[in-house]
């Protein structure tokens, strides 16, 4: 036989039924309108899934994980055009407070290997545009997933086109050490060079610009043998934590943009966040930028 239930006691359930149903649905709200904050990514100890990877997932494996930042970096570091490259990681970004701050340019996530595509893309790349910065967008590559004609072909269609309006900088073919995996993807050297030159050759007939290349002096000289056939066609974007002056992998000249930090901080971005230095003046950052360097 059920137990008794009052009438009161029915209508006291029935009231905290309606308001926990309430609460629950104001939850709901606020997670579904308010912008995502910043996650921390997978710690260095973690394997980094495919899809989740950014720029300097696989350096830190090189060059160690980076120490928190104090708030700041040194006057020398900072001085010149500065830039940031953000992904989801950093969760929504203010790029008024970003630009106020003094950044003058910024690189975003927009592809991984063959189906990723950066959650936070699009917010990014429409947002820094709308305050003033130069942008651009970057590829991470996974070489052990397609051939790189293949990955060059999702990034320009996925975000990282190009067009002279004088705020859109080359896109980035992001290619360090394997973060989820064996450092150089299981390629032999020949088989990264003509990786490595089938992106380039593929993304310039759809753009018809040089891609950039992130990368460090170690996984380049490791993984392609001290190539030196990209020397005169791709920029080098070099990654080098913590030094006076960036290593500079075989066969660049030198290098176009540096990134210096992992630790930076910039006011509008919530924690960590990677800080760079572009290798000349504010007019040759807008030449690379219209492709009358």
């Known amino acids: 036989m059920p137990a008794y239930s009052s009438p009161t006691r029915r209508l006291v359930r029935s009231r905290a039924a309606l308001l926990a149903g309430v609460l629950g649905t104001v939850a709901t709200l606020l997670v579904t309108t308010a912008g995502p904050a910043a996650a921390a990514p997978p710690g260095p100890d973690r394997p980094v899934q495919p899809g989740q990877a950014w720029m300097g997932a696989g350096t830190r494996i090189e060059q160690g994980p980076p120490a928190s930042a104090d708030g700041g970096v040194s006057t020398m570091d900072t001085s010149g055009v500065q830039g940031i490259d953000v992904s989801h990681w950093q969760g929504a970004i203010n790029w008024g407070s970003v630009k106020a701050a003094g950044i003058d340019f910024a690189y975003m996530k927009a ?20 305050a003033g910065l130069i942008r651009g967008a970057y590829h991470f590559a996974r070489p052990d997933a397609s051939n790189g004609a293949t990955q060059a072909n999702y990034f320009a269609s996925s975000g990282g086109g190009w067009s002279k309006d004088g705020k859109t ?12 995996g064996a450092m150089c993807y299981g390629l032999s050297t020949t088989q990264m060079r003509t990786w490595v030159n089938d992106f380039y050759n593929t993304y310039k007939a759809r753009t018809t610009r040089d891609v950039v290349i992130y990368t460090t002096a170690s996984w380049w000289n490791t993984c392609t043998g001290n190539w030196t056939g990209m020397s005169t066609k791709s ?59």
Do not use: C
């Open 235 to 293: 920029p080098l974007w070099v990654a080098h934590w913590g030094a006076t002056s960036p290593n500079i992998p075989s066969g660049f000249p030198t290098w176009t943009i540096w990134q210096y930090s992992a630790t930076g901080r910039v006011s509008g971005v919530a924690g960590d966040v990677d800080r760079n230095k572009f290798n000349g003046t504010m007019t040759r950052l807008l030449a690379l930028a219209n492709n009358t360097a």
């Open 111 to 130: 592809t991984e290997g063959t189906s990723f595509k950066d959650s936070r893309f699009s917010a990014n790349y429409t947002g820094s545009y709308n």
């Open 169 to 180: 900088l080359p896109g980035v073919l992001d290619i360090e050490h394997n973060p989820s």
